[in-house]
């Protein structure tokens, strides 16, 4: 696993959109190199905003998103279309404004998908999907190639939460998660061996109600206390923040 990197943004717009030309340009990248690039979405402020600024970014359009594939870390358990999923925040700020291959957008299914309100055979459906796009894989993923994640103020990563069991799950790459103490209370989460599977782990941050969870996050805490400490990728884990969100490091 690959030691953080930290990178301090004035403000959290510049963090948006820095963190969106790094995105577009790491795609470029992935793309002259291999036949398709996977990116895997965060809900959540510093996540959404970084997606408009994609979407806002004129260089936007030198990626052939069409052979992107876009994969989420976590969803809230709701139906398609509801306000809170952070699939309609996604399309709303950037996936219904390029040209993707819906094919390619593989969103977690809610009480309305194939498996009405039982979130944990709808986590196993996602395990599945992830597991058919990455054959012959440990785990069971493929090798993203950027993971973004949002943290709450409580430390908490995709729906992964503090003192919460779904925080130590080893052999399931995506899990069913009850009793959320963030609204809604069901949600599907990645696991911390999914989220490892990826090159590049992005932490996106503003805020100074974060500032603690960054530091806790970069400072070797337990993953029950702050499953931020988790989020770490093969070959690269960064922190993108803005100055609030950094305010608790040492200088
Ligand atoms: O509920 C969620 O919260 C986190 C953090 O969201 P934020 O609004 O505090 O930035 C987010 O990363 C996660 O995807 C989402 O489901």
Aim: charged letters at 25%; a negative charge.
């Amino acid at each position: 696993m690959s030691a953080p990197k930290v990178l301090v943004h004035p403000d959290a717009e510049l963090l948006a959109a820095g963190v969106a030309a790094r995105l577009v340009s790491r795609l470029i990248e992935v793309l002259a190199e291999k036949e398709s690039a996977s990116v895997v979405l965060t809900g959540g402020g510093s996540g959404l905003a970084a997606l408009a600024a994609v979407a806002a970014d004129p260089a936007r359009d030198a990626v052939d998103w069409s052979r992107v594939d876009f994969w989420w870390g976590d969803e809230r358990f709701l139906p398609e279309g509801d306000p809170e999923r952070n699939e309609t925040g996604a399309r709303e700020a950037l996936l219904d404004r390029i040209p993707v291959d819906p094919a390619r957008v593989h969103v977690m299914r809610g009480p309305d998908g194939p498996d009405g309100d039982d979130a944990d055979a709808s986590a196993a459906r996602y395990a599945a999907e992830l597991a058919a796009a990455a054959p012959g894989r440990t785990p069971a993923v493929p090798a993203f190639d950027v993971l973004m994640l949002g943290v709450g103020p409580d430390a908490h990563i995709a729906s992964l939460f503090p003192g919460h069991p779904e925080v130590h799950e080893r052999s399931r790459t995506a899990v069913g998660v009850h009793d959320s103490p963030k609204p809604p209370p069901t949600r599907i989460s990645l696991t911390v061996p999914a989220i490892q599977a990826a090159e590049e782990v992005w932490v996106i941050v503003a805020g100074a109600g974060k500032a603690e969870a960054v530091r806790l996050g970069l400072s070797g805490a337990e993953a029950a206390k702050a499953p931020v400490a988790t989020a770490r990728g093969r070959r690269a884990t960064y922190y993108f923040l803005d100055r609030e969100a950094a305010s608790a490091l040492p200088a």
